[in-house]
């Protein structure tokens, strides 16, 4: 027999907490219901029906996924859509070049003639969310009996959207416990509207990644266009602009402390339910591990960007991209380290174990629960460590590898295609593909990475002996030893002979491509080393993770059964997992360290003040001195400030970015962005004390938009609210 706990029985668990602090915890919208009365406690003027609705239109039809991986909001009727700066980062950087300098100086298009394209870039509308649980474990033995789900999963799918443009997935919750159904509507041509310059989308650079207080204009602007019949449609001059179900008002009113925020967006993951072994395993071994990974990556990168507008261009986006987590992790593990967040998780374990013991039955299932997590972790989570530097290693190290990855479909099919007449379809689009790669890379730079990251990865896992096992040279060889003068001779040869380190090298040898050229491709340097390591990953670490990764997953099923069925007085939302959801909470500041206490609030006047510090990562354009002078706020100012951002209390994470945080009425407020440097613990335990998210004021964005980027017409899209 399966325990399943019901949509009733799992509204109850959570109303049970309501008088509790709200901050904590990612709602489902579909059960917002339960949260209304709460709600509208702390200030909320909205219904749940305004929230999200399946038989009306809601805000849930204003949110959408953007890229598969941040959040945007829509903001007027003709399909206008705000992100952040950082998560439109690599269609700036890919539209940017030394002459058209859109990282520096900013891009506005006058007219929606001038939007510019996007391949391959989506943004995703929730039609619906259905618990489907049932309907899941119909007919199964019990949750592990993964056969038999998937096949229901298969079958709800297809019945979800069948006669319909839309597409759908079932993703589970609370580790199997529990499953919905997610009915999507993804729109494919969404283009470039505008965005402002590095030095307000991205000021403050690293220095004030994660921190408070916080000065960044984080945003930039999108279109979604769509076919004539308004649905989703491929990329066509015809195309027009989306007339949407539902976009947000701007909140122009003034602000103040204690005021009600709403946070609706598709938070990426957290691991809240975590034992106290791993994540000493996290603090201790995996992330510090990680950090020096990308330290290495970052030394050699920032220099580069220093020293050349070229590479500033070709990696300002990858080094965002490394730059972001390195930073993250950093205060991740202060975070985790300044709260004894180990000592908590052992206490919660004991009590989880203690209470499990009163009762018999609950003995029997979940007594032992805790001791077995622990002892997997002990025995196994070295298999995690070296997916977790195998990972670093291929997917954020050396770029030339992605260029090798690109290259197997030719190397597996070459024969097929030789024998179907479409060989020069398929080099065509090599040739495309590789123009592309090479105009956002550095050789030196990569060289460089490549040297530092693979005397790093095989001395943290202790994997010389492999990599080392089939030279022929001695080991008295000074070509071999010690390892970095044999990394540095490895390094030579790749990056001097390998096609893939070089972009004449590469289109020459797509140019006399032949059976000839074929045989020898496999063994060219660069393609030999990657794919005899890259195989050595697929086929040993990766499926030695994943049995690691499913046998903690199984128990951690029946772990949080145990938490519902134990525990109904707790708090219980289920993880992150990159689907749509709510938090609430209010506009507050915090006191996260003894003697510290931060505002609710940044200004124009900030930005300034950092600025006469002199250091780059501050770096003004003279407009905004010029603005910041005369006072020409506009109509944008509260009480003859100009807000720049502010902090929440709502519970927030990666994916999070983007997302419109929302007032009493629904109105946007601003785009959430960051978190503090205290809070990006909350991914493995929320602290409502120290918690916040950080947000850029809309009123700021709609500043720069009108009065520094002359792009008053896209501020006359939106619907202002003042009151």
Known sequence: MILKLSKFTFLFLYLCTLPLRAEEGMLIPSLIAAFESDMKAKGMKLSAADIYSVNSTSIKDAILQFGGG?????????????????????????HSSIENDYLKYGFWAKSKNEELANPGLTALRIVRIEDVSQAVFSGTSSKNDLVKIQENIKKLVALAVAGTHYEAEIKAFNYGNDYYLMVKEVFLDVRFV???????????????????????????????????????????????????????????????????????????????????????????????????????????????????????????AKQASIANAWKKWIGQIDGLKQLDAIS?????????????????NWNTKYGSLVKKMNDLVAQKSDLEFQYAMGAEYFSYGPEYFKLVRGMNDLILNYSKYKEKNELKRVIDKLKISGEGFFKNYNEQVDKKIFSLLTLEYFNKCNAWKELTKDLTYSKHNPWFDPYDTYCNNLTNQIYSESIFTNKDRFLLFLDKISDKSMKKLTRDKGFEYYSKYINNFKMKVVPSYQLFSAEMTALLQVYVEGKLIMFPDAKHWPDANSTLRISYGKLEGSAPTDGMMYTEHTTLDGIVTKYNTGNPDFELLPKMLELHKTKDFGPYAQNGELWVCFTGSNHTTGGNSGSPVLDENGYLMGLNFDRTWESTMSDYMFDAKRCRNVVVDIRYVLWVMDKYCGAKHIVDEMTLMKE
């Open 194 to 316: 505008g965005s402002p310059p590095n030095s307000i989308g991205k000021f403050g650079g690293d220095t004030d990644n994660w921190v408070w207080p916080r000065h960044t204009g984080d945003f930039s602007v999108f279109r979604i266009y769509v076919g004539k019949d308004n649905k989703p449609a491929a990329y066509s001059k015809d195309n027009k602009p989306y007339t949407p179900l539902h976009f947000l008002p701007i909140s122009f009113k003034d602000r103040k402390a204690g005021d009600f925020t709403m946070v609706y967006g598709f938070p990426g993951q957290t691991e809240q339910h975590v034992v106290s072994s791993y994540l000493k395993f996290i603090i201790e071994k995996e992330r510090p591990a990680r950090i020096k990974m990308r330290d290495l990556s970052l030394s050699v990168i920032d220099v580069g960007m220093k020293n050349s507008d070229l590479v500033r261009i070709q990696y300002s």
């Open 344 to 360: 908590i998780k052992i206490k919660q374990e004991k009590e989880y174990t203690d209470r499990a013991k009163s009762n018999p």
């Open 70 to 94: 941040c959040t945007a909001e829509l903001v007027s009727n003709q399909g206008l859509l705000l992100t952040n700066h950082h998560c439109g980062y690599s269609q700036i950087q890919s």
